[in-house]
Every structure is written in structure tokens, then in C-alpha cells.
């Protein structure tokens, strides 16, 4: 459904992505997996067409949106949901505005309708009757599923998570990933997530990226990234990537 081909990017002297090949597969969920800094967040921005590759292409369904002029792809971004890192949520709506707000700019839905998707939506990950509480009422845990909903509150095809378990603890984080794994099978939707949790990604993935030195170096479901060879993956796959990476 995505995919990215030879894909370089470079802010000033610094060279973030050197070359990426990735395919994203239709109705999975992908993890990105790669070291704090290292442009997963970068590739996240690629695909959603927030900025442009240096060389290389981003296609969506076949279609490049390097291309694209501002109004063919705001159509394509119609096609994504997104759960920001700290959920984004804005501090002055309700938890049901906050929902609501993507329904109120994109659609003539009447207001009554509107209550209804947001009350269904926010069921769907498990926060019913929340809709009045503000966002300074909620947990983080809380917040994080009010941003999801928001994220599908238009029914996308494709929904990306920005490192949806930094900063909760192990239980939050367990309840996180579960809710990914329930929303991609509920809706069947293409899901890409960026991380640098291992554990979290053998529990949501269906096929690993991982990003090292700004190229994939190795893609393949969790079972293959765990029975690989190469160092830098086995160090990934230890729970050592964050700090210096060193081949032996």
C-alpha cells in the first residue's frame, strides 16, 4: 500500500536518510523500529507528505506524492488517521470536542450525528462516557486512546503512531499495544508505527523495519528479525540499540 524507494533526506550538512527502501503491505501493521534520532519520525513525515525526499519517491497505492501538488494530497492524507507521540490533544476541548474536531472540519455531518461517531468511537478504544472531561482530567494511558479515537474518528485506510508508548510504564504500555493490535484487526487498516521498543514491536507487528545508519537494514516478520544473524540486528534485537552499535 506504501512505499518508499531510495528515499534520501538531509537537513543542512546532516544526512538523515541515505537511501530507505521500505514496502508497507496492506491491511498489517508495520513497526518501525530504529535509535532515538535516528529519522523514523523522519520517514513518518515522508509518508504522510508533510515534507519531501532530497531524491526517491513515496508512492500510496502507486501514485508518487512527492509529486503532488497541496490539493491532490490533501486527498491522500484524507486516507490517514494519526496518533501523535503525547497524543496532541487541544488543551481548551473536551475530551468528545477533541474527537469531533477532524468530523467538524471535514465533513457536513449534522451535530447529532457527530455525537454519535464520537461516542462510537470513543467506545472503540474503550473510554465510553468520557466525552465531558477535559484533557488535564485523563491519564496518560487515557489521553493516548482519546487521540487514537480522534485518529479514526474519519475512518481511514491508513493510521500512523508516533511512539504511541513513550513516557507510560510497562502496564500502560502493554494496554497500548493491545489497542493497536485490537484497532488494526477491528478495522482492518493498514497501521505503521515508529518505536524504538523491541518488545512492543514483536507484540504489534506483523512485518519489522529496521533503521539503522539511514537505511532499512533488515525487513521481515518478527520471527525472521529474531532468528537473524547480521550484528546490528541482534543488538537491536537485545534491547542495545540505544547506545553505540558496534560490528564485530
Known amino acids: 500500500m506504501i512505499e518508499l524507494r531510495d528515499v534520501h533526506k538531509s537537513f543542512g550538512r546532516q544526512k538523515v536518510l541515505t537511501g530507505v527502501n521500505l514496502a508497507i503491505p496492506k491491511g498489517k501493521t508495520t513497526v518501525i523500529i530504529g535509535r532515538s534520532g535516528g529519522g523514523k519520525s523522519v520517514i513518518l513525515k515522508h509518508i ?3 515534507i519531501k525526499p532530497d531524491e526517491g519517491q513515496v508512492l500510496v497505492d502507486g501514485q508518487d506524492i512527492t509529486i503532488m501538488d497541496d490539493r491532490a494530497l490533501n486527498q491522500v492524507r484524507r486516507r490517514y488517521g494519526m496518533l501523535f507521540q503525547d497524543a ?3 488543551d481548551s476541548m473536551t475530551a468528545g470536542e477533541n474527537v469531533a474536531f477532524p468530523l467538524r472540519e471535514h465533513t457536513r455531518l449534522p451535530s447529532e450525528e457527530i455525537r454519535l461517531v464520537v461516542s462510537e468511537k470513543l467506545a472503540l478504544v474503550g473510554l465510553p462516557g468520557v ?5 488535564s482530567q485523563l491519564s496518560g494511558g487515557m489521553r493516548k486512546r482519546v487521540g487514537l479515537a480522534r485518529a479514526i474518528a474519519l475512518d481511514p485506510e491508513i493510521i500512523l503512531f508516533d511512539e504511541p ?3 507510560l510504564d510497562p502496564l500502560m504500555t502493554d494496554a497500548i499495544n493491545r489497542l493497536i493490535n485490537e484497532t488494526q484487526q477491528k478495522l482492518g487498516v493498514t497501521a505503521v508505527v515508529i518505536s524504538h521498543d523491541i518488545k512492543g514491536a514483536y507484540d504489534t507487528a506483523h512485518n519489522m523495519a529496521m533503521l539503522y545508519d539511514g537505511r532499512i537494514i533488515m525487513s521481515g516478520t518478527p520471527e525472521e528479525v529474531r532468528q537473524s544473524t547480521d550484528p ?3 543488538q537491536f534485537v537485545n534491547g542495545r540499540a540505544e547506545g553505540p552499535i558496534k560490528v564485530v
Open 165 to 167: 508508548t513513550t513516557g
Open 232 to 234: 546490528v540486528v541482534r
Open 48 to 50: 504522510i507528505g508533510l
Open 88 to 90: 496532541a490533544l487541544f
Open 131 to 135: 466525552e465531558n472531561k477535559m484533557p
